[in-house]
């Protein structure tokens, strides 16, 4: 079943390589790269999911999830490559 998924991470190259695989296997996909644009995208759109990084700029990634569940309940996946537990 095809699912329409935000992907938010500031980083280009990973935003692209988890887009390519989430198209390959069907899914509609959109990618911003900043928390503020994200935070836009998912309150104003309508997706099925959001892969939501944790560090990013303008607003993080705790910070738009906070503010997005205000106003809706879509499912987030949080993604993260922090080198500290």
């Not at 993080?60 to 500290?84: C, H, Q």
């Amino acid at each position: 079943m095809d699912r329409h998924i935000l992907v938010v991470e500031d980083q280009k190259d990973i935003a692209d390589l988890i887009a390519m695989h989430l198209r390959d296997l069907g899914h509609a996909v959109d990618c911003v790269h900043d928390g503020g644009k994200g935070y836009e995208a998912a309150r104003s759109g309508r997706y099925d999911l959001i892969v939501l990084d944790v560090m990013l700029p303008q607003m993080d990634g705790w910070t738009v999830l906070s503010r997005l569940r205000e106003r809706k309940e879509t499912p987030v996946l949080f993604l993260t490559a922090r080198d500290d537990v």
